[in-house]
């Protein structure tokens, strides 16, 4: 099983970003996947989640209206399209694949996103 997690980097204040999450090695259109992100010395939070099939999703209050999450079953990958992007938003960003039923949970390596001027 495998996450791998690309498109993070240095961005200015208002710019954007869209990660990539790429998955193998198990049934990717049955897991739900989230994004979370670490900033240093705070804890892991969620950011956004899409269900299987992509039927809904959600946001962290302090990313609405500026990230979009989605997927691409066909290609086994889930995105993150991140707008108007702050400083605050800087962190390593983590993809997650979580299926409640089969009871199992998988995490990516990280990508890691700064914003600065």
């Known amino acids: 099983v495998q996450l791998v997690e690309s498109g993070g980097g240095l961005v200015q204040p208002g710019g954007s970003l869209r990660l990539s999450c790429a998955a193998s090695?198990?049934?990717?259109?049955?897991?739900?996947m989230k994004w979370y992100r670490q900033a240093p010395g705070k804890e892991r939070e969620s950011v956004a989640q899409?269900?299987?099939?992509?039927?809904?999703?959600n946001y962290a209050d302090s990313v609405k209206g500026r990230f979009t999450i989605s997927r691409d079953d066909a290609k086994n990958t889930v995105y993150l399209q991140m707008n108007s992007l702050k400083p605050e938003d800087t962190a390593v960003y983590y993809c997650?694949?979580?299926?409640?039923?089969?009871?199992?949970?998988?995490w990516g390596q990280g990508t890691q996103v700064t914003v600065s001027s």
């Open positions: 997650n694949a979580r299926n409640t039923y089969l009871g199992r949970t998988y």
């Open positions: 090695g198990f049934t990717f259109s049955s897991y739900v």
């Open positions: 899409i269900t299987s099939a992509g039927g809904s999703s």
